[in-house]
Nanobody
């Protein structure tokens, strides 16, 4: 059974940083592309970042480009989202997701999802 477990969310002041982690089990992690998405109350799920299975290619949503960094450690079955210069509009529940094959910005192409972790940025 595939499981993705996020951690690292919390409350931070604007301009601060947080590091999210997502640990996977039940799959051959190195074969899977990973994505981070977020969803705020009343809003649609938004693409944040994705990373190829090998970790050699990454993509970012326009709203986080230059502030967030996605990475992965295939030996630890874990991926990371480093978030810097956080803004109140980054407040959301953040989800990691996994799919076999190429990375994509389209959330419904990911079959496996974590439970989400809340990130709150105060002004």
């Amino acid at each position: 059974q595939v499981q993705l477990v996020e951690s690292g969310g919390g409350l931070v002041q604007a301009g601060g940083s947080l590091n999210l982690s997502c640990t996977a089990s039940g799959l051959t992690f190195s074969n899977y592309a990973i994505g981070w998405f977020r969803q705020a109350p009343g809003k649609e799920r938004e693409f944040v970042a994705d990373i190829k299975s090998s970790g050699t290619n990454t993509h970012y949503g326009d709203s986080v480009k230059g502030r967030f960094t996605i990475s992965r450690d295939n030996a630890k079955n874990t991926m990371y989202l480093e978030m810097n210069s956080l803004k109140p509009e980054d407040t959301s529940v953040y989800y990691c997701a996994a799919r076999l094959g190429v990375a994509t910005m389209t959330s419904n192409e990911y079959p496996y999802w974590g439970q989400g972790t809340q990130v709150t940025v105060s002004s």
